[in-house]
């Protein structure tokens, strides 16, 4: 792969962008749990609260990654691309999360 100016990999900016979206989607992971609490308690509301919850630890494994890939320089672009699938996973676990968070609250 090409070099950049700063000495690094072409693309290497991607895992500057995943870490701090990542965290602020764990943010938004927390604020969605919060707001299932406006709901009636039930099975189905524990379940999407376990969903949202596992969500967060999904992006906080992508930060993680994300961090990971921009420390070392070796197979750094094999951590940013695992930190941008489980990016992209978790972004589809959240819009599932979101969906049921719909029909539970009412």
């Known amino acids: 792969m090409a070099s950049d100016a700063t000495g690094g990999r072409q693309g290497a900016g991607l895992s500057a962008h995943i870490l701090p979206t990542s965290a602020t989607m ?6 969605a749990l919060y707001i299932s609490l406006l709901g009636p308690s039930s099975e189905s509301r524990v379940l999407v609260d376990k969903l949202l919850a ?20 070796r197979e750094a672009g ?19 999360g979101g969906v049921a968070l719909a029909f539970v609250v009412n």
């Open 26 to 31: 764990i943010g938004v992971c927390l604020t």
């Open 78 to 96: 094999r951590w940013e691309r695992l930190a941008e699938s489980v990016f992209v996973g978790g972004l589809g676990l959240l819009a599932l």
């Open 54 to 73: 596992f969500d967060g630890l999904v992006f906080l494994g992508s930060a993680l990654l994300s961090f990971v890939s921009m420390r070392v320089a």
